[in-house]
């Protein structure tokens, strides 16, 4: 094995969780840059949601160092770099391209979940906590955010459907796409975990202005949860 690329993936982790203080709002959209502003998006999360970014941040950081130091040649863990690298180099833009350019920026966030499912996939059971448990809960923090984000691009440039169906078409779409990922990585709940979260998230956030919204997500979230528990 080559330790290099636990070095490589250590450093696109280290500039991933340092991207948000490089960036104004976060990752969060400017809702001027739509055709049709932005300002209440049904698909969005409760603020206190987008705190799982944090944890994100953390672990995948904490993991990556283990993973340099503790298992740069072992040969499960170099399964996942490829993967990781090719997710969290390009990650360390989106924070700030999603200011500016939310179409890139939502390709490159689709981009993102596709390479973090690869890897999770690719994850080893052994350290569990240190590699499958966080690159779990970002694959599937991202399987959410990636639905947002083109349910955020749909009513923004007024692709006809209406705001609120567009947030039903995000929440449809990232409960078919986790309940899948799920149910063939049945040894990873804490992917299912991070969606539950996401959907009570916009349940939360739009319990008084969208009942069906509000309905919706909470639906997703306990068919999210069944889903994880019966594979698990």
């Known amino acids: 094995m080559d330790p290099i690329k636990a070095v490589f993936t250590f450093c696109a982790a280290l500039f991933f969780a340092l991207s948000p203080l490089l960036s104004d709002g976060f990752g969060t959209y400017d809702p001027e840059l739509f055709h049709d502003p932005q300002w209440q998006a049904p698909a969005h999360v409760a603020r206190y949601g987008l705190l799982m970014w944090g944890v994100i941040y953390?672990?995948?950081?904490?993991s990556a160092g283990f993973g340099m130091i503790k298992r740069g040649q072992d040969p499960a863990w170099d399964s996942t770099r490829l993967p990781l690298?090719?997710?969290?180099?390009?990650?360390?833009?989106?924070?700030?391209?999603?200011?500016?350019?939310?179409?890139?920026?939502?390709?490159?966030?689709?981009?993102?979940?596709?390479?973090?499912?690869?890897?999770?996939f690719r994850s080893p059971a052994t350290d569990r906590w240190w590699l499958q448990a966080p690159l779990a809960l970002y694959a599937g923090w991202l399987t959410y955010s990636a639905w947002a984000s083109v349910a955020l691009i749909g009513a923004g440039f007024g692709i006809p459907l209406g705001n609120a169906n567009w947030a039903l078409v995000?929440?449809?779409?990232?409960?078919?796409?986790?309940?899948?990922?799920?149910?063939?990585?049945?040894?990873?709940?804490?992917?299912?975990?991070?969606?539950?979260?996401?959907?009570?998230?916009?349940?939360?956030?739009?319990?008084a202005d969208q009942a069906a919204v509000m309905l919706t997500a909470a639906f997703c979230a306990v068919v999210m949860g069944a889903v994880s528990w019966r594979v698990r």
Do not use: N
């Not at 953390?58 to 904490?62: P, R």
């Not at 179409?103 to 690869?118: E, R």
């Not at 959907?199 to 739009?206: E, P």
């Open 170 to 207: 995000a929440l449809g779409g990232a409960l078919a796409t986790g309940s899948m990922v799920q149910k063939r990585l049945s040894r990873a709940p804490e992917f299912g975990l991070a969606l539950v979260w996401a959907f009570v998230a916009v349940a939360v956030a739009h319990w």
């Open 85 to 120: 690298i090719l997710c969290l180099a390009p990650g360390t833009v989106w924070a700030s391209l999603s200011g500016t350019d939310p179409v890139m920026a939502t390709v490159l966030i689709v981009w993102m979940l596709i390479t973090a499912v690869w890897a999770l």
């Open 58 to 62: 953390v672990w995948t950081l904490l």
